[in-house]
């Protein structure tokens, strides 16, 4: 007896026990072109699973869905079945049960193309029907029927990635409204931040397929700040399909536009930091040498937006002022560092072309320095590295010696300033880099006095010595009136640094323009 008719009489005799035995989801697996047996089979697994007469258990449904999800990779494509000339099927509740019957009268050149095509519509209504009766439900589900919503979930990701192709699907129209029903997409965003982990990853591997496969038709009239903000909630739960669906998001020239202003700051700010990430791993992976996998919309609206907002990180000088939109401030300057730092890629060069987002870089650099020789903020350069020595924020403010102007160093790291001002000047470093319109820009925008008088040890801005002297070195760069406004300048003496005390060392300077060298200080008796 071959196996569809021992599964047919398991189906008749509702012998649950002696199914379960015989029925292999992994023998649903194999590769097209497949056999009339093949095909009758999984009509008998289709039927029994859309035919609520049958009542059967959810363990049994896992199973059944296990091998119609398995049956469209590298199988079967999705066909509608038409009928004959003369043949009525609309007497028949369930088409599955109409084709198991036909397919006896069936040779191997029957009237469907059964060796790579199967109708999957049936499957896929009742997969959606179950996926949203399910998410609906006001009780708690049972590990049966979350196995169940997962499974369904993992089928209709299988059919849209594998099994269906929207250009020659026969039944494409009436799939397509399936999945374009509005409740039914507001049930998958709900799913994608499940609390129960399996049904998010399903979810949430769902949505990266249909972005993937379908985006016109899937993102079209989809909430896009809810879905968002579930995409954002399952990443931070370590579901990667999340990561990478918002990846493959923000890959749309749109996107980012879209649902910026509109999804909460804390999501705002995982976001531009998912930015920061993967451009950062780009720009520094040697084999990415075309282009940066962010949109240029994209990256002009970030630009943008950090022009619109940049003035945000000079009130943190007052403690009143929350700090989380200035940390947005700061990463939006972080992730134009990483932007602007291989001159070969356009996008680079899209960016050098804005003048006003150098001009804007300059004079905010002018004031935070302004700011920062004014009184004692979070913008003063701190030259003792012993202030961010690690002590716990009770020792740090109890042995303060002068605790009207103390620091807290926890506040101090903590703080959107901190290290603001070099990622600044890195900024217009790399803006300037063989760049002489640029170049000039700077000079003529008093930028290299200001960058001169920046370059001195600051614990608050680590590297900012080494990104001034780049910037100073782009600014020079076959550009003689730079390097004129340079040699005209004055040295007026050897900066006291407490940084290099603290060290051990001195700078000495011999006068009448020799070199200064470091020596070490003079042993205390």
């Not at 903000?229 to 931070?236: F, H, Q, R």
């Not at 002022?321 to 990463?331: D, G, K, S, Y």
């Given at each position: 007896?071959?196996?569809s008719?021992?599964l ?5 005799n509702?012998d ?17 072109p497949?056999?009339?047996?093949d ?11 859309t ?6 258990s ?9 091998c ?16 004959k000339?003369g043949e ?8 599955y ?19 790579i ?15 949203a ?13 979350t ?38 997409k ?5 799913l ?8 998010a ?21 989809i909430?896009?700040?809810e879905?968002t ?8 739960s ?22 910026y202003?509109e ?14 990430q993967?451009?950062?791993?780009f ?5 990415n ?11 002009e609206f970030l ?16 403690s009143e ?12 300057i ?10 070969k890629l ?9 003048k006003?987002?150098?001009?804007n870089?300059?004079?905010l650099?002018?004031a ?12 003063t350069?701190?030259?003792?590295l012993?202030d961010?020595?690690?002590?716990t ?15 807290c ?35 003529e ?10 370059c001195?040890i600051?614990a608050?801005n ?8 780049l ?18 300048s004055?040295?007026i003496?050897v900066v ?16 009448e ?13």
């Open positions: 007896m071959e196996s008719e021992r047919a009489l398991c189906i008749e509702k649950w026990d002696t199914l379960v035995s015989i029925l292999k989801p992994k023998d649903f697996c194999s590769d097209i497949r056999t009339l047996c095909f009758n089979k999984l009509l008998k697994v289709a039927e029994l699973l035919d609520n007469d049958f009542n059967i959810e363990k049994i449904k896992s199973i059944l869905l296990k119609l999800a398995n049956s469209c990779v590298n199988g079967y494509l999705e066909k509608a079945y038409v009928p000339d009525d099927i609309s007497a028949h509740k369930n088409i049960k109409f084709l198991s019957q036909e397919v006896s009268k069936w040779s191997e050149e029957g009237p469907y193309p059964f060796h095509n199967f109708p999957y519509d049936g499957v896929v209504r009742w997969a959606i029907k179950t996926i009766d399910y998410a609906s439900t006001q009780k708690r589900l049972s590990e049966d029927q196995e169940v919503l997962r499974l369904s979930l993992q089928f209709l990701c299988n059919f849209f990635t594998f099994a269906f192709n929207i250009s020659t699907s026969t039944n494409a129209d009436a799939i397509m409204e399936y999945i374009k029903d509005q409740n039914f507001d049930t998958i965003i709900k994608v931040g499940h609390d129960r982990a399996p049904i990853r399903a979810a949430c591997a769902y949505v990266h397929n249909m972005v993937k496969q379908l985006f016109k038709e899937f993102y079209a009239t909430d896009k700040k879905l903000a579930e995409l954002i909630k399952s990443t931070i370590d579901i990667q399909a999340a990561l990478d669906t918002v990846i493959l998001l923000l890959k749309e020239p749109n996107y980012l536009k879209d649902i202003d999804i909460s700051i804390d999501d705002r700010l995982y976001l531009l930091d998912i930015i920061h993967e451009v950062r791993s720009v520094y992976n040697e084999e040498k075309n282009t940066y996998w962010l949109p240029i919309e994209s990256i630009s943008d937006k950090f022009k619109k907002k940049s003035d945000l990180i000079l009130k943190t000088v007052n002022l929350n700090n989380i939109e200035p940390t947005e401030v700061t990463i939006l972080d992730i134009l560092g990483v932007l602007t730092s291989n001159p356009d996008e680079c060069k899209k960016l050098q072309e804005d006003s987002l150098l001009i870089c300059v004079y650099l002018k935070i320095h302004m700011v920062g020789k004014d009184s004692n903020n979070c913008f350069p701190l030259q003792k012993s961010l020595a690690l002590h924020k009770t020792d740090c403010c109890n042995e303060a010696e002068d605790p009207n102007n103390h620091v160093k926890e506040k101090i790291q903590n703080h959107p300033a901190f290290g603001f001002k070099a990622s600044l000047i890195r900024v217009i470093g790399n803006l300037v880099h063989k760049h002489e319109k640029n170049q000039n820009l700077v000079r925008n008093d930028g290299i006095p200001l960058l001169l008088d920046c001195n600051d608050r680590p590297l900012i010595i080494q990104w001034t002297t910037a100073i070195r782009n600014l020079v760069d076959k550009n003689p009136e730079n390097q004129e406004v340079i040699g005209k004055v040295k003496g006291d640094s407490a940084v290099v005390r603290e060290m051990g060392l001195t700078l000495h300077d011999e006068g323009g020799n070199a200064i060298g470091i020596m070490p200080l003079p042993k205390k008796d």
